[in-house]
């Protein structure tokens, strides 16, 4: 009787057919003589113990890929909280943000850090030949003479450079840079 590994593998089935099995095998062993029909149905019986022996195999191995699958999941459960705990804390600070009214409390990312010192410092750079020129010491910057007769265009563009300019000119890319960045 061929076997069915769905029904074999129910405990009363198995119980059954464990049984009838034995019962076979008991009584074949205590024969000292078989006939050609009992050597038949004894290897029908091998061979539906080794079916059962490996629908049985395939169970375990079913239930034990099932049970990695049930760790993979808990490892995803635990990938999936760390994953809630970062969003919730970046809610959280987002939060804080809001309501708050003053910038000390609001973190301040590196490139704002930045961004501030380099404007400090040119501030502070400013101020400092302000109060100098104020007090009468006055710096200025000569170039080089040309070997040749002065350029009247040269000297027309050279003259543009003045110190307004160059505020301008560094605070026009400070916001560029910082627009740039914030997007």
């Known amino acids: 009787m061929p076997i069915d590994c769905t029904s074999l593998l129910q405990g009363t089935n198995f119980s059954t057919w464990n049984a009838a099995t034995s019962a076979a095998i008991t009584t074949y062993q205590a024969k000292t003589t078989t006939t050609q029909a009992e050597d038949d149905t004894m290897l029908v019986l091998e061979k539906d113990m080794l079916d059962a ?27 999936k909280s ?27 990312s590196v490139f704002s850090l930045i961004l501030i010192m380099c404007i400090s410092i ?8 302000l109060v100098l020129s104020y007090i009468g010491i006055d710096l200025t910057i000569y ?12 000297e027309a563009i050279l003259s543009q450079f003045t110190v307004s300019f160059w505020i301008l000119l560094i605070a026009f890319i400070s916001v560029v840079i910082y627009f740039v960045k914030r997007n």
């Not at 760390?82 to 301040?108: C, G, H, M, T, Y």
């Not at 170039?143 to 040269?154: K, T, W």
């Open 53 to 79: 022996s490996m629908c049985v195999s395939n169970a375990i191995n079913n239930i034990s890929s099932t049970s990695s699958d049930i760790a993979d999941m808990n490892e995803q459960i635990i990938n």
């Open 82 to 108: 760390l994953e809630l705990a970062s969003a919730q804390e970046d809610i959280n600070v987002a939060k804080d943000r809001v309501e708050s009214w003053f910038p000390i409390d609001r973190p301040i």
């Open 122 to 129: 040119f501030m502070g750079v400013f101020l400092i030949l």
């Open 143 to 154: 170039m080089a003479e040309s070997s040749g007769p002065p350029n009247p265009m040269v």
